[in-house]
């Protein structure tokens, strides 16, 4: 039995969900309003019987008890895996004593910084000697209950404030160092970090404090706001500011609006709009949007009018790093990667828009001002193409001649293209043409003439050494481990094929798309390929990292999977052979010279044209959808039969749903036909 299995025999999916929203039993089977979503009539549905989970309302999907542990918390696969492992009381593997030694003084620093944030807040409240700052505090419009809310904190002008205290709390100097509460010089003396400052608790997705950002609080100090310094615990490229906090209403309204400052955030929560993070440092990473594009679909940049750039230039840009915004970037402002932003809304289907305040005015200021105003400037947010023409084309006179036209055209071309999405690049390229007056034909051949298109990425290599430790019981997923559920081995199919290339996952995509859009009534049915597809949640989390892995410009593909695959995964990966090469070279080791043609003939085989194989993968992904609707389909006349049966209510569905999913599967039937043709002719 493998360890998610084990887990999955331990707990009862009844209970842990019942922990998030109350149950009421329907026949055989439990339902409640969806936590996910707002709703009047239940559409979740609990099944016992099998440890699944779906909503049948707005949500449309469904699960086992990792999903929903992880959808409800916003943790990945491991994150998952270690909470329910613990909850089950299952040790995952032993531990090297380099690895207890190193978790011991994660968790010990991790209390450590939850006890500062406490006690800073705590000193701010109630200290005498904290009255000027509760004052600031108070004139910045801040209340008691958000102080609380956010661990607001101040620290006074003291080299050993924090070192003392924490010194009688047990703690030991090098502790205090490593937490980032205090320095050591060149000549030994430890001191404090922070000296009077106001304390901004800095937390991860899921509520634990990581570091702190200080605002100075006199005016001569500088800097005038200062980090925890990057280290194991701290790391300010993949942290969202507020977002503990804003989760739920960025799932709620799928939408998230990403702002510069801390007391943009606070402000905007305490004004009652909680779908509002902020950015650490002074460009938004690919990281930190990926947080937010699993809740919503909407991302919203709210740039102030500097950071916006007035001044902003297009000068120097380069095709694999383009950044439209450069004012303002010196004293700490939110920079725009306009070419990154562009290449993250087609790679994870975002609609990003860039909100532009008032001149002089950042959000914390006008919300103070005009609270009742944001959700109205909000709305009028710019798409993201809107505003790179714009500002990248402020500066064009009506009389420009054609040379000037196409340098524009070339600075601002990368940029627009900068999308997996054909439709999407199309469409800029046509809206930059209209205001250039240039052809969009002439555009487009440049376009494809210069290279200015992301390549292709490297295919995955056939064969990685084996990770330290993979070989003598880590692995979290034994190779006897899976399940004889229907289906299985086509999802491990699939993954094998998308594992050798990622990027095929784009045609894969791209071709579902098209499939919508011949028939408008099944295209809820025909979205991009994603987790739900797969059955289990292994391999829902090697096809998220297949996902993450187009999803940044740091590596190629092939590169970040081998890189980041975590070590919980490895056993999965190793059972679905990422390419059968090795299986071929095990086998021509050991095989006589009539035998080795044989295999050569098989590697032939496999190793035809990439037409065939991107055929191939397509025709899995089809059959893999029709699975999954069919699985679906039969999930919803079974379980509404049964309430009939017991005398229950029927559940409240949208039975268009169903149509859909027949719809769908038609169409996946006739394009999967044409495929195998296709294949033949070739």
């Not at 290449?343 to 860039?354: F, P, T």
Request: hydrophobic share 35%; glycine share 6%; aromatic share 8%.
């Amino acid at each position: 039995m493998s360890v998610i299995d084990d887990i999955k025999a331990r707990l009862d999916i009844i209970d842990i969900v019942s922990a998030y929203t109350p149950l009421k039993k329907a026949g055989r089977n439990y339902k409640a309003l969806c936590p996910f979503h707002g709703e009047k009539t239940p559409s979740f549905v609990v099944f016992p019987d099998r440890q699944t989970w779906r909503c049948f309302g707005a949500c449309s999907e469904g699960g086992d008890l990792f999903s929903f542990v992880m959808k409800a918390e916003g943790w990945d696969f491991a994150e998952t895996l270690r909470a329910l492992a613990e909850k089950a009381g299952i040790e995952l593997r032993p531990q090297t004593p380099e690895e207890t030694t190193r978790q011991n003084t994660e968790e010990r620093l991790l209390v450590l910084l939850d006890a500062a944030a406490q006690y800073f807040t705590q000193y701010l409240l109630e200290s005498p000697d904290a009255e000027s700052v509760r004052g600031y505090v108070a004139r910045r419009g801040l209340n008691e209950t958000t102080i609380r809310q956010f661990n607001i904190g101040y620290v006074p002008d003291n080299w050993h404030f924090a070192l003392n205290h924490f010194r009688l709390e047990g703690y030991r100097e090098e502790e205090l160092i490593e937490a980032g509460l205090a320095i050591r010089n060149d000549n030994g003396r430890v001191y404090d970090r922070f000296r009077h400052r106001l304390m901004i608790p800095i937390r991860d997705g899921r509520g634990r404090t990581l570091g702190f950002g200080a605002r100075a609080l006199a005016d001569d100090q500088q800097p005038k706001y200062m980090n925890s310094p990057q280290g194991p615990l701290f790391d300010k490229s993949t942290l969202l500011y507020g977002l503990d906090l804003a989760r739920r209403a960025i799932r709620e309204s799928e939408t998230v609006v990403i702002v510069e400052g801390y007391m943009d955030v606070i402000q905007a929560h305490q004004a009652g709009y909680t779908n509002v993070v902020a950015q650490m440092g002074t460009a938004l990473t690919p990281t930190q949007v990926q947080l937010v594009a699993k809740y919503a679909h909407r991302l919203i940049l709210a740039l102030d009018s500097d950071a916006a750039g007035v001044n902003a230039t297009m000068r120097g840009l380069k095709v694999t790093r383009d950044s439209l915004v450069e004012a303002g970037a010196d004293n700490g402002s939110q920079g725009l990667d306009a070419r990154g932003m562009m290449s993250q809304a087609g790679k994870l289907q975002l609609d990003i828009r860039v909100l532009q305040l008032p001149s002089g005015k950042d959000p914390d200021d006008f919300i103070r001002a005009n609270p009742e105003q944001w959700p109205e400037v909000v709305n009028q947010a710019k798409p993201l193409v809107d505003y790179v023409i714009e500002i990248g084309t402020r500066g064009l006179s009506p009389h420009a001649d054609i040379h000037e036209r196409q340098r524009l055209a070339h600075e601002l071309l990368p940029l627009l293209t900068a999308t997996e999405s054909d439709l999407q690049r199309n469409d800029n390229v046509q809206r930059l043409a209209v205001r250039l007056h240039i052809p969009e034909r002439d555009l487009l051949n440049w376009v494809h003439s210069a290279g200015v298109m992301k390549p292709i990425s490297k295919p995955l290599p056939a064969h990685r050494p084996q990770p330290k430790g993979a070989a003598n019981g880590n692995n979290m997923q034994r190779r006897n481990g899976h399940t004889s559920q229907p289906g299985a081995a086509l999802e491990r199919y699939c993954l094998s094929l998308l594992l050798h290339t990622p990027d095929r996952l784009f045609q894969v995509n791209r071709r579902l798309r098209e499939l919508a859009a011949q028939e408008e009534r099944a295209s809820a049915a025909l979205l991009p390929l994603n987790q739900d597809d797969f059955s289990r949640e292994d391999y829902r989390a090697l096809f998220r990292l297949i996902k993450q892995s187009l999803d940044q410009d740091d590596y190629e593909p092939a590169e970040y999977i081998l890189e980041y695959v975590p070590q919980e995964l490895w056993g999965t990966v190793q059972e679905i052979q990422p390419h059968p090469l090795e299986i071929f070279r095990q086998r021509a080791n050991n095989l006589h010279l009539t035998e080795l043609q044989s295999v050569m003939k098989d590697l032939s085989r496999f190793n035809g044209e990439a037409e065939q194989q991107s055929l191939e993968l397509l025709r899995c992904v089809f059959e893999l959808r029709q699975q999954r609707l069919k699985r679906e389909m039969s999930d919803f006349y079974f379980f509404e039969r049964e309430a009939q049966l017991d005398g229950e209510d029927a559940l409240v569905v949208d039975y268009s749903t169903i149509k859909t999913h027949s719809l769908a599967i038609h169409l996946l039937e006739r394009a999967r036909h044409e495929l195998v043709h296709q294949r033949q002719e070739n």
